[in-house]
């Protein structure tokens, strides 16, 4: 009752953040349980409650023994797809994930389409971005290596590249998984892209969406990718020798337009040197 009430789940939350003593951390934990299990229903309403949610964080950031979290993976992966969409519920679900990876079930998003329909959600987006991580602890179990192999393989073929670049959840989820894709898989999108005299490229280069997602590519794409990119748009939708006379018709990605250009005439040396220098404003930051 503590944790569903405004003021009562700071006090409750600031006790788990206090606590040195494990054994009175797991009495809680086990209250909790116990309690949920006499009101059938109960768990599931405090997962999603916008108050309740932030107490179940704490709780899995003390990174208690599996066996103590036990009952709440069970309700999570009881109806993973409905938790995954639910704005407090998605925070819940990659708390665990963090702490405790492969516990969840995600394999049964991977039936009747589920994980790409998720990518287009409001919250559902945040959850795939989780999974696709390549630099978490949990990275590389069997589950999460499984997923992420699937799901690029899935959002990268022709068919589903146009949509998803240009959905406003749909791009978001297409960059991460660029970013945690491999180079061969890149090609793959980047043939994709590049196919019909870059009909495709064109489409996405004119999006408001679609236009960070060519821009992503080009970004963690390796030379033979970029110079793919770059001579099929000065071949066919833009001659990069006079690259700012499309920004009206590029107006979303005119700055991709005119880094293009400057790979085509300085060579992949540039691009490095750029990357290099945005390297290290970040580690000065």
């Known amino acids: 009752r503590l944790s569903r009430s405004k003021f009562g789940c700071r006090v409750i939350q600031k006790m788990l953040e206090v606590c040195d003593d494990q054994a009175t ?26 108050n309740v949610n932030r107490v179940l964080q704490v709780l899995i950031q ?35 994930v963090g702490v405790y990876g492969d516990k969840i079930d995600i394999k049964q998003l991977l039936s009747n389409r589920t994980h ?3 990518a287009t959600t409001v919250h559902g987006n945040y959850v ?18 499984a997923f992420r192999k699937k799901f690029i393989f899935d959002i990268f073929d022709r068919r589903n590249v146009e949509y998803f670049s240009k959905h ?19 090609w793959c999108l980047a043939g994709v892209l590049c196919a019909d005299q870059g009909l495709l490229l064109q489409k996405l280069m004119r ?35 006079c690259c700012d006379r499309h920004r009206a018709t590029f107006r ?10 400057k790979i085509k005439n300085r060579g992949h040396a540039y691009y490095a040197v750029k990357k290099h220098e945005e390297e290290q404003k970040e580690e000065k930051l």
């Open 25 to 50: 951390v797991l009495e809680i934990a086990a209250a909790f349980r116990k309690q949920c299990e006499q009101r059938p229903g109960i768990l599931s309403q405090c997962i999603q409650c916008c």
């Open 62 to 96: 003390l990174k208690l023994p599996f066996a103590e979290m036990k009952f709440l993976a069970d309700e999570l992966n009881r109806d993973l797809v409905r938790y995954s969409e639910h704005r407090n519920a998605c925070r819940v679900l990659q708390s665990f």
């Open 116 to 118: 790409l329909h998720l």
């Open 128 to 145: 795939i971005t989780c999974f696709m991580q390549t630099n978490e602890w949990y990275s590389n179990q069997e589950a999460f290596v």
């Open 168 to 186: 406003k959840q749909g791009s978001h989820v297409m960059e991460e998984c660029i970013r945690s894709s491999t180079p061969k898989q890149r």
């Open 207 to 241: 999006d408001k969406f679609g236009n960070y997602v060519p821009t992503t590519l080009l970004k963690y794409a390796n030379r033979k990718q970029q110079l793919c990119i770059v001579n099929t748009i000065h071949a066919h939708i833009a001659n990069l020798n």
């Open 252 to 261: 979303h990605c005119w700055k991709f337009i005119g880094l293009c250009g």
